[in-house]
Each structure stands twice: as structure tokens, then as C-alpha cells.
């Protein structure tokens, strides 16, 4: 049984507890429902890499997670994966072959430029790269919370939710998860409930959230965590943020491969725009 298959009826227990402890206010919890619905429809499959990995993926047609490279950004290693993967979807990761674990992505909008550039860190933290995938080839395959699942123990308080059918689990979590944390986690519904209906939750623009929030609740944007096997097969486009001098040079020698696979190629800075 796959780690999805696993995950689906905790994930199914924490919604019905969560309905049951919002159950005299269902609108509330239909109108955040709807939204990040709305926003997961609207909105594009991608994930921040480094130019190296990047290559290295194209090169073995594979992209690969941080269990299976031996090497990524978590603050805590292969440790701390396996903390996150056990606590998020309620399983042993210590039984879990490298390839079961999830690659990590985002929401981005359909404009990059607009979407991303208020906040870059996540190019200097993830990746230089920013691959978007063919949403149709991953959807059911997987899941998103709302902000990042490892900055500061998120994870134990975070419930992942089917981006096919996404909830407002994604936001708050289990109450019953960490007791400590449930105030906090229903301040962040009921806020997100409130910047949805004052329209200031932009669902074009997923990645606005942080400036929202200001860092509020963790909401920092919306984390994707992908299951199985991607390839380039999988790739629809990729837009590269300039940081390092020969980045455009090492791309472009690339192109034989994006036509073969039929991807288009960009930048996220307009006069930097390439092949």
C-alpha cells in the first residue's frame, strides 16, 4: 500500500474531527474550502531547484528527493525528513523506501514574475530554477498544506490535504495533533476566513499570501509534496532567476533537450529572456 493510500483515511478522520469542532459555523469552513479550491485550480505545479541538481535531473530523466540524492535543504538532514514525512502523514518513514518520500514544490501563478518577485528568497534558499510540471500528470498524486510543513515544527501541528480535493485542513491542521497548539491553529481558520471575505486573499497570486500574513500562522505560501516517479515528461515549462553569470550560457546548451521534450524556457527577470 502506497504512502497515499495510507494517508488517506487519517487524512479523512482529521477532516470529519475538524467539521465536527466547527460544526456550527460549516459556512465558514465551505467558504475556505472553496478557495483553496479555487486557488489550486488556478494556480501552477512547480518547484524551486539548483542549476546542478536541475542538470542532473534532465541528465538521469529523473527527479530525485532529498532521501535519494543524499543531499537538500532541510535544516536537519535526513533526520529531520523522515521527523517531518512520519508526523505529516501518520506513518513509519523509517520503513519507507528513499524513492516513497515526497519531492517538495509550490503554487505559482500563472504570472511568474508578478507571483514571485515580491518575496525572492525562495530562489536563493531553494533553487535558481523554477520548473513547472503538468498539473494534470500530478494531481492525484499530491498533497499541499498551507505554508512550509518544516519551518519551526510546523509539521506537528500540520495535516496535509489531497490537492485534488483540497480543505481547510491545510491551514489549521489537527485539533487533537498538538492540544498546545489548537488556539492558534483555529485563529489561523478563522483568520484566513476573514482576508477571503475583505478580498485580500488573491487567489491568481498564491504566493501574495506571505505579504498578507506577514508571517502569521506560518502561511508563508503553498507547499506542494509530490509522490512517485517525475520525469521530463512531466515538465510543461521552466523560467530560471538569474544569480550566477553562466547560468543563461549552461541553459541554452540545454536547448536540444527542452525541444525534444517540448518545454518551453524563460526568465523571471524580463531582459534576461533566453532561446
Partial sequence: ??????????????YFQFRKAHEKELERVKTVDDFLREVVEKNDFSMCIKLDAFK????????????????????????????????????DAEKLAPEEFPKFGLLTG?????????????????????????????IKRTTMTVG????????????????????????TGSVDKNPSLKIKNIDGFHA???????????????????EVFEGRFGFEYYELQFFGILTMD????????????????ELEAMKPMFDKYGI????????????
Avoid: W
Wanted: with cysteine; net charge negative.
Fill in 1 to 14: 500500500m502506497s504512502v497515499l493510500e495510507k494517508f488517506r483515511n487519517y487524512h479523512d478522520k482529521m
Fill in 56 to 91: 542532473k535531473a534532465a541528465e538521469e530523466n529523473c527527479f530525485k528527493n532529498m532521501m535519494e540524492t543524499s543531499y537538500g535543504t532541510t535544516v536537519g538532514g535526513f533526520e529531520t525528513r523522515k521527523q517531518v514525512v512520519s508526523t505529516l502523514f501518520n506513518i
Fill in 110 to 138: 500563472k504570472d511568474k514574475m508578478k507571483d514571485l518577485l515580491k518575496d525572492e528568497d525562495v530562489f536563493y534558499h531553494f533553487g535558481q530554477i523554477l520548473v513547472t510540471f503538468k498539473k494534470e500528470n500530478l
Fill in 148 to 171: 512550509s510543513s518544516v519551518n519551526f515544527g510546523e509539521f506537528f501541528r500540520k495535516v496535509p490535504v489531497f490537492a485534488e480535493n483540497p480543505n481547510s485542513l491545510a491551514l
Fill in 192 to 210: 484566513f476566513y476573514t482576508l477571503i471575505i475583505m478580498e485580500k486573499l488573491n487567489s491568481e497570486f498564491p504566493n501574495h499570501i506571505t
Fill in 234 to 249: 512531466d515538465v510543461e515549462r521552466i523560467d530560471y532567476y538569474p544569480i550566477e553569470g553562466n547560468e543563461r550560457e
Fill in 264 to 275: 518551453k524556457c524563460g526568465s523571471l527577470i524580463p531582459e534576461s529572456f533566453f532561446i
